[in-house]
C-alpha cells in the first residue's frame, strides 16, 4: 500500500486504541460468562471448569491489551510488544480450541484435557484442595482423568501449538501467508533470538519500528474476531444468545475505522519465520 502523511505518534494513538477496543471487548464477555454464577462444590465439574477456564483467558486477554495499549506509545518497546502480543494470541487460541468442539460433551471434554494438561506443567507450583481436602497433584489428575471418560466423547490431544495453528488458519488462512509465521515471529521476538531483533535494532537500540505495531494489532484482532465467534457458537452456550452481536461485533465495527488507517500503514512487509 502507498504510504501515508501520518506521523509515528498517530500511528502508535491509532494503535492504542484498538487495543483498548480488544481490552473492553474481552473484560465485557468475561463479565458475562461470570454472571451465570457457576459455583465450585469441591467437585470437578466440567461446567464449571470450562467456564472458569474461558473468563480467565479472556481475563487475560484484556490484560495484554491493557498493558499493550499503555506501552505502544513508547518507541524502545523493542522485544516487549512481541511478549505481550503472543500473551494474548495465546489465550484466544485456547478458548477457540475449547469452544470449538461439535457437541456440548465434546466442549467438556476439551476443557479437561486442557485442565489436565495445565495441572501436570504446574506440578511444583500449585496446591489443589478438594472435597476430601488436600490432594496432591496425582490424586488430583486422576479425578480430572476419571471425569473425562465417565463423559461419552472424545476429543483431539491438547497441544497450545496446534491450538495457535488452528486459529492463526482460521483468520487468515486464504492469505499469501505461513498460518504459522505470525505466532513464530512473535516469539523470536519474545525470547529474544537472532536474527529477529535484527529487525527491531536502530541506531544500536531495540525499538519498536511501524510495520510492527501494525503486524501485531492485526495479528491479535484476527484471531480474537475469530474465537470470540467460535464461542459465541458453543453447543454448551457460555454466553447469553446475542451476546457476541451486542457486546464484541459493536465494539469491533466502531474498532474498524482504525483497523483501516493502520492498515493503510502495512508497508507491503511480510513477517518472517525463524527457523529452529
Known sequence: MGTTTRTDKE????????????????????AEIRSRDLDWDGQIDPDFVLSQMTVMNLLAVGDHARTMKTLILSPKLGPSSATIARG????LARIRWVTIGATADEVRVRALSVLHSDVNKSAFATEFVGVE????????LDLVTAQKRAI???????ALSTAVREAAADAWGNA???EWTPYSQL????????PALGALLADGQLRLPRQEIVNHAAFVLGIADRAVHVLGRCPL????????AQLWESITLRLEPLRRQLAEEDNGDRPFRVQG
Open 176 to 178: 499469501d501467508l505461513d
Open 237 to 244: 452456550p457460555l454466553l447469553p444468545e446475542g451476546t457476541v
Open 152 to 158: 461419552n466423547a472424545t476429543a483431539p490431544s491438547w
Open 187 to 194: 516469539s523470536s521476538f519474545a525470547h529474544g533470538m537472532m
Open 133 to 140: 481436602g488436600e490432594l496432591d497433584r496425582r490424586e488430583y
Open 88 to 91: 494474548a494470541v495465546e489465550s
Open 11 to 30: 500511528v502508535r494513538s491509532r494503535a492504542g486504541s484498538l487495543w483498548k477496543g480488544i481490552e473492553r471487548g474481552a473484560d465485557a464477555l468475561a
